[in-house]
């Protein structure tokens, strides 16, 4: 159905900002709720922030206020605006969707309600 392809990620230091990328493919990403999620080395994958497909979104609490997610449907694309960026924000960064009756609840970071994952993009916040 949908294939996801994170861009952006680099090395990065303290307070620097980055901006991720996520092209989607397939037709059902218009109507599909999108999210952003990380994992760091030993820890397990958490949410960052999601958007519906009426712009409503819902962020983690570590990174209110610094990030900001957003889509673009004309280009098939989610972004993730990180800025002032921290040590524990070191992860790897994916992409995914949540399609169906899962939809509706947006709001939800729950990873095993998101169907479609793309393969990660690296951030490491590191002096």
């Known amino acids: ?3 996801l392809v994170e861009s ?5 230091q303290p307070g620097g900002s980055l901006r991720l990328s ?11 709720c999108m999210g952003w999620f990380r994992q760091a080395p030993g820890k397990e994958r958490e949410g960052v922030a999601t958007i519906d497909t009426f712009g409503k ?3 983690a609490d570590s990174v209110k206020g610094r990030f900001t997610i957003s889509r673009d449907n004309t ?19 994916y992409c ?9 609840y947006c709001f939800s ?11 990660g993009t690296q951030v490491t916040v590191s002096s």
């Open 57 to 59: 979104t819902s962020y």
């Open 109 to 119: 970071q729950r990873p095993q309600e998101f169907g479609a994952w793309g393969q």
């Open 8 to 12: 952006g990620g680099d090395s990065v």
């Open 96 to 104: 995914a969707t949540k399609d169906g009756s899962w939809a509706r």
């Open 22 to 32: 996520c092209v989607a493919s397939g037709d059902t990403y218009v109507s599909s």
């Open 75 to 93: 280009k098939n694309t989610l972004y993730l605006q990180m800025n002032n960026l921290k040590p524990e924000d070191t992860a790897m960064y």
């Open 1 to 3: 159905q949908v294939q």
